[in-house]
């Protein structure tokens, strides 16, 4: 597909063994103090935070822009305190218990027509989108286009691998950070950042390295996605 805006950027921390979650798939936290203002600060650079319903459901929340600094910058650029929080699920089965619905957020949940009608009755979203494939997919050229037409015109993605692979796979990612943290979980089902069908070596999406930065015994990468 022809690329437009908006741009995005994928933001993931994982192990010294490509693990973005432990093999239970519960939160993960290992990432340093560092790492969450690096993390906050990309939240708070964007307009739109997009990340999968199973995210959601590991953590319960979502990391809201906090820092005075940051939270100027914003009101500076004309953008409202919190960008919209994006949830991406076909099935759109969200628990309502969780604590995501008492931030005060923008909370907005792209989905198939089946999932939007799960949440008709519920308040818990101020804005739904619906773009389905023939096959009950998320369209997510169509997907994009709403969120264009919403005036997003930087996203973060936050996770989690299936939800990257997708965009990869259409060709929507324009770069990653990724942090290397210092542990080893293992695991044959441990989730890792980018999850799928995966893709052969021959048409594997290239990256090239534009930055890295050790701090303390992390190690921040930023790479491009090549096209």
């Not at 650029?77 to 919190?82: M, N, T, V, W």
């Not at 009755?121 to 169509?142: K, M, N």
């Amino acid at each position: 597909m022809t690329r437009s805006a908006p741009a995005v950027t994928v933001v993931l921390a994982m192990s010294l063994d490509g693990k973005i979650a432990d093999v239970n798939r519960s939160a993960a936290r290992f990432g340093s103090s560092v790492d969450r203002q690096h993390l906050e600060t990309q939240i708070a650079a964007a307009d739109a935070v997009l990340f999968g319903a199973g995210t959601l459901r590991a953590y319960g929340t979502t990391l809201r822009v906090s820092n005075p600094e940051l939270l100027g910058q914003r009101k500076q650029q004309g953008k409202p305190p919190q960008p919209a929080q994006v949830v991406c699920s076909r099935s759109a089965d969200i628990p309502t218990q969780i604590r995501f619905f008492n931030q005060p957020v923008p909370r907005w949940l792209l989905t198939t027509q089946a999932g939007a009608k799960r949440w008709q009755p519920e308040p818990g979203f101020d804005r739904i989108l619906v773009a389905e494939t023939g096959t009950g997919d998320l369209d997510w050229g169509a997907a994009f286009q709403q969120l264009a037409s919403a005036q997003i015109q930087r996203i973060a993605v936050l996770g989690g691998g299936e939800l990257v692979a997708s965009l990869i796979a259409a060709g929507l990612v324009d770069d990653l950070w990724i942090t290397v943290c210092p542990l080893i979980l293992g695991g044959r089902e441990a989730p890792t950042p980018v999850a799928g069908l995966g893709f052969p070596e021959a048409i594997a999406p290239r990256v090239e390295l534009l930055t890295m930065q050790a701090i303390g015994h992390e190690v921040f990468l930023h790479y491009r996605l090549l096209r």
